[in-house]
């Protein structure tokens, strides 16, 4: 009787869960593809994994409160994106990666093809945003803003406009909201920056000069002793 009990209150929190968490459709169209740059704040000049070679990464960010902070995560500008806005932006624990050019397609979708969004219900009104990078950065929104603290070398980074109002659906019951579309409320397509990396400053010549000088008197004065 008890392992029944238990097993009747493991279903049952699992689909609490699930209906917890509001279903959306995170893959985008050739209509709102993904682009790239190639000079720092420059204009778009590709479109992303037109390389098939290079990797790119997607993190879904989703919030039911647009206030204040929250709403200036825009576009990833002056290095304010949705997990650095000190709002209520919440990771919606879903990744993607590129497909084809310009195109990203969610890495565990549901059965219909959706994800589920930690931190909007099922049914729920929410908001959501998408932030991008390329794979030599890392695959993890970790590894993201560790690069960002400290970006050695050249990556490309961007995030989508915020949407607009959406209701997410219920997975098994209500279809998932799309996210993508021409106009607001929905996602449109974005581009993805180049972040240029610092690098070491190379001494002056000048500067190596004197360094040798005082290694020669150094290695000199030990002679004479």
Do not use: C, H
Not at 143 to 154: E, G, I, K, M, V
Not at 168 to 184: D, H
């Amino acid at each position: 009787m008890k392992k029944l009990i238990i097993a009747i209150g493991i279903i049952a929190t699992a689909a609490i869960s699930a209906q917890a968490q509001g279903s959306v459709v995170l893959g985008n169209s050739n209509g709102t593809r993904v682009s790239t740059n190639g000079v720092v704040g420059g204009a778009a000049t590709g479109l992303v994994g037109a390389n098939t070679a290079q990797t790119f990464y997607y993190a879904l960010f989703a919030t039911t409160t647009l206030t204040g902070s929250t709403a200036t995560a825009a576009v990833g500008t002056n290095g304010v994106y949705a997990f650095s806005s000190g709002g209520s932006w919440q990771n919606a624990g879903q990744l993607a990666t590129n497909g084809a050019a310009g195109r990203l397609f969610a890495t565990t979708p549901n059965t219909d093809g959706s994800v589920s969004a930690s931190g909007v219900g099922g049914g729920s009104a929410g908001f959501f945003t998408v932030i991008g990078w390329s794979g030599n950065i890392g695959s993890t929104v970790s590894s993201l803003q560790a690069y960002l603290l400290n970006p050695t070398f050249n990556a490309w980074v961007g995030q989508s406009v915020v949407s607009g109002s959406l209701v997410a659906g219920t997975l098994g019951s209500t279809p998932a909201v799309g996210l993508w579309g021409a106009t607001t409320p929905n996602i449109q397509g974005f581009t993805l920056g180049l972040v240029a990396g610092s690098v070491a400053p190379v001494p002056e010549p000048g500067t190596m000069a004197l360094a040798a000088l005082g290694g020669a008197s150094l290695l000199l004065f030990r002679r004479k002793k």
